[in-house]
């Protein structure tokens, strides 16, 4: 078979001309094109250090969007403008060491006699002051929080991100933290979007054992999610995104396919809350579907109508409290006062 490829390829001379330009354009594209999936999942994974963010992708107009496929995105490497103290919350930073050894930063906040520790991980380009409110809530209840920047973000070492996959490491890190710090008290792992993907793969894969999951808008595969960014710029996915994927992974040193946190989340033993939006355009109703066939029977799936890819404890205060107190409320373990 060799032969016979060696030999086509030395007489290619003799093909008509129309057959070696069809040839030469398909073998031009094909590098043209992962030529630029390799640059747009750089651009998607390492955070720029100066520089306008670039819109969502919903926002962009025609001549901005062949910018952005031109140029790929920006995203400038997310930082904390606030910290507790700007919700009256008396708090220390805490360091940790996560992915890649790298230097975690996070932010404690304690409670007399507290029923637990709640861990807080944000979504993509975000930071951990974006988990603020969610913070003050878990407080209110009666549990210590632990906000924590992922590597790449915030006070973190790193300029990267994986999307989830190495970030569950981080999450890990920050688990067996609690545990030393509190090994009496459960452990709630809180996560969004990208830091609920996380959290899925740190206790599927990784093996911790928190007593419960409290998750908002995860994504079902990695594919998935970044297929449903083309759809947002209207644009095909196809072979666009499984390229972005693969060459994302190869950059970052995993197989992109394989991220898949609704299977991870077949391992999951604990119970899980299940957050998401009805008009969600980055996790549409399909990938909550299969998640939730992910769910063991102590779960619960919450779905807020109307609400697209958001936190929900800022836009639906008080569903999202009582959602989460009804569920917090079913475990004895995990009953608040």
Not at 64 to 82: A, D, Q
Not at 84 to 113: I, K, M, S, Y
């Amino acid at each position: 078979m060799l032969q016979s490829v060696v030999v086509t390829l030395f007489t290619v001379r003799a093909w008509p001309r129309a057959v070696r330009w069809a040839v030469g354009l398909t073998l031009a594209g094909f590098v043209a094109l992962n030529g630029l999936a390799f640059f747009h999942a750089r651009a998607m994974t390492h955070f720029a250090a100066t520089g306008r963010r670039t819109p969502e992708a919903e926002c962009l107009g025609f001549i901005e969007k062949i910018e952005v496929i031109c140029r790929g995105i920006t995203v400038p490497r997310p930082v904390n403008l606030h910290s507790p103290a700007n919700l009256d919350l008396a708090f220390e930073t805490v360091t940790l060491t996560g992915a890649h050894g790298l230097r975690l930063e996070a932010w404690h906040v304690r409670q007399t006699n507290a029923l637990g520790t709640v861990l807080l991980f944000h979504g993509y380009t975000g930071s951990k002051d974006s988990l603020l409110d969610a913070g003050k809530e878990f407080a209110g209840l009666g549990y210590d929080t632990l906000l924590v920047d992922f590597y790449g973000s915030g006070g973190s070492a790193g300029s990267e991100t994986s999307v989830g996959y190495y970030e569950a490491e981080d999450v890990a890190a920050a688990y067996r933290w609690a545990r030393a710090t509190a090994p009496d008290r459960p452990v709630i792992l809180y996560g969004v979007s990208m830091g609920a993907a996380a959290v899925i793969r740190a206790v599927g894969v990784l093996g911790i054992e928190p007593e419960a999951l409290i998750l908002e808008c995860p994504f079902d595969r990695l594919l998935t999610t970044v297929k449903n960014r083309f759809a947002a710029m209207r644009l095909p996915a196809f072979p666009a995104a499984q390229l972005l994927v693969f060459w994302g992974g190869v950059q970052q040193g995993f197989n992109g396919f394989g991220f898949n946190p609704a299977e991870d989340l077949r391992a999951v033993r604990c119970p899980v809350l299940l957050m998401h939006g009805g008009q969600d355009a980055r996790v549409k109703p399909a990938e909550v579907e299969h998640l939730a066939r992910s769910l063991n029977r102590d779960s619960v799936l919450k779905v807020f109508p109307g609400a697209p890819h958001q936190t929900y404890v800022g836009s639906r205060t008080e569903e999202w409290r009582a959602s989460v107190l009804q569920f917090l409320q079913r475990s004895p373990a995990l009953r608040v006062r």
